[in-house]
């Protein structure tokens, strides 16, 4: 079931051959599930875990339906935050190459809307939004939602934890009546439950089973005494020596002091939790990302939807009370081909709850000594990049290949040494390696980047 082809549905050849492009060749379960239900136009909730491939499933049935001639809005794909709805937006460009000149666009808060309501001007086939910023355009009136046939609550459960029921309700009555509603969640809670009676019709349900297959996970328990825990953080990282971490604490404060304290110890560690603004979230997102950073130390709600593809460990520093999140929350490492990691730290007062997870997964937990736990010879665990963050971006016009090709053209590194580049409106984020990192501060500093001088600086210690 879970190696049919994508040509098992009626999609056009162009589709079919841009999915072989992009390395799609089989369905992901959940798109297998659910991609037949959305093409034939059911209602329907979706409910899997993180990395799933539920924004092709949905995006697959909006390419499917969208007709490019029209220049009407077709389809609406809600988002909790701007950079989910970046990635879904991105995503979405990669699967509609397809059709051709398809124009998608985002609607975020945290950038001006001036530039949204010129774009939205030339017409848009398919908007990915946060309800806020939504609300605001329909409140003005710069949005036309009147031809709306495909509308998608993307990570409908977070959406709904961030407090945009209401928002959400209005977005729907300004739809029309006559369209097909799509619910994507990670899991299914009773307000989504609510939710969806309120805003579909009749949907039907497809839920993947959530559990792992140990084979692609190695998942060890750890017994220690709640004095031990940050410590013991600490202990892991330096034995197993992994380069991206995803830590996760039940609390905000847990979160700040762990990364204070492992910050101390000479790691690279960054906090993502909910106190901070969208452009703190992006910086510490980029470095995580680019390997500039060891260790996201993130509460679950925080980490929710993140795509980070090369996660090798996933420390759990407390053990989560419900089953269901333990499983996503080790869901993270382990994807695709590489064998993830997953270590969980469990006080005496939590054994209640890793028994249950126990129960839950079905498998016995495998218990380590955490004295056997030893600092592994090469000194601190350094990330293997830095990011360069240079003071200007795409309102200067600046492009990916402009900051490579100063960086190996004119200055003669070579391309494996410079890592992921994000360009974003007025700043960029370059990671370099650490061995070249001053030397190519100062030839890029002094030199011209498309025949300008850019100010810049490092994100962090060198
Ligand atoms: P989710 O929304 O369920 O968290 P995503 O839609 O972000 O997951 O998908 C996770 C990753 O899997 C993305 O990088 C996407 O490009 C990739 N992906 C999705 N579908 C397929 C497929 N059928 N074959 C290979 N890769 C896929
Ligand atoms: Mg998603």
Redesign the pocket.
């Given at each position: 079931m879970t190696t049919l082809p994508f040509s098992s549905l009626p999609f056009s050849r162009a589709i079919l051959d841009n999915l072989d492009n992009l390395?799609?060749?089989?369905?992901?379960p959940i798109?297998a599930q659910g991609l037949p239900l959305i093409v034939e136009g059911r209602d329907l909730i979706a409910q899997?875990k993180?990395?799933?491939?539920?924004?092709?499933a949905f995006g697959l049935g909006i390419v499917h339906s969208l007709n490019v001639a029209l220049s009407a809005t077709q389809s609406l794909v809600l988002c909790p935050t701007r950079e989910l709805a970046e990635?879904v937006a991105n995503?979405l460009r990669r699967l509609a190459r397809a059709l051709g000149n398809t124009k998608i666009i985002t609607l975020c808060g945290g950038t001006p809307i001036r530039p949204q309501v010129e774009s939205l001007k030339f017409g848009a086939h398919v908007i990915v939004a946060t309800p806020g910023r939504l609300m605001d355009h329909i409140d003005r009136g710069t949005v036309d939602l009147s031809g709306i046939r495909t509308l998608v609550l993307d990570e409908a459960d977070r959406m709904l934890d961030m407090g945009f029921y209401d928002d959400v309700t209005h977005i729907v009555s300004v739809c029309p009546d006559k369209r097909q509603t799509l619910l994507f969640s990670a899991t299914y809670a009773d307000d989504i439950r609510k939710a969806s009676a309120r805003f579909m019709k009749k949907p039907a349900e497809v839920k993947v089973e959530s559990v792992h297959n140990a084979s692609q996970i190695e998942q060890l328990f750890y017994e220690i005494e709640p004095d031990r825990r940050l410590a013991t953080v600490a202990l892991l990282l330096e034995h197993f020596r992994p380069v991206s971490t995803l830590a996760f604490c039940n609390t905000k404060a847990q979160c700040r002091e762990l990364s204070e304290v492992l910050e101390s110890r000479g790691f690279s560690a960054l906090a993502l939790h909910g106190d901070l603004d969208q452009r703190e979230r992006e910086d510490v997102l980029i470095q995580f990302a680019n390997q500039s950073c060891s260790v996201l130390v993130a509460t679950d709600v925080a980490a929710r939807?993140l795509?980070i593809?090369t996660l090798d460990a996933v420390i759990n520093v407390d053990v989560t009370p419900d089953p269901e999140v333990h499983i996503h929350r080790i869901g993270r490492t382990g994807r695709s081909e590489a064998k993830g990691l997953a270590l969980s730290l469990c006080t005496p007062d939590e054994m209640r709850w890793a028994n249950q997870i126990e129960k839950y997964q079905g498998q016995p937990l495998i218990w380590a000594n955490p004295k056997n736990l030893k600092s592994a010879a090469g000194g601190s665990l350094n990330p293997p990049m830095i990011t360069l963050c240079v003071q200007g971006g795409k309102k200067d016009k600046l492009r990916p290949g402009d900051l490579l090709g100063a960086l190996t053209k004119d200055a003669g590194f070579s391309a494996d040494q410079i890592g992921k580049i994000n360009i974003l409106e007025f700043v960029s984020f370059v990671a370099l390696n650490r061995q070249i990192a001053k030397e190519a501060f100062a030839k890029l500093s002094n030199g011209n980047i498309k025949g300008k001088r850019f100010r810049m600086r490092f994100m962090s210690d060198i």
């Open positions: 390395g799609y060749q089989t369905m992901t798109q899997a993180t990395g799933s491939g539920k924004t092709a990635q995503e939807g795509d593809q």
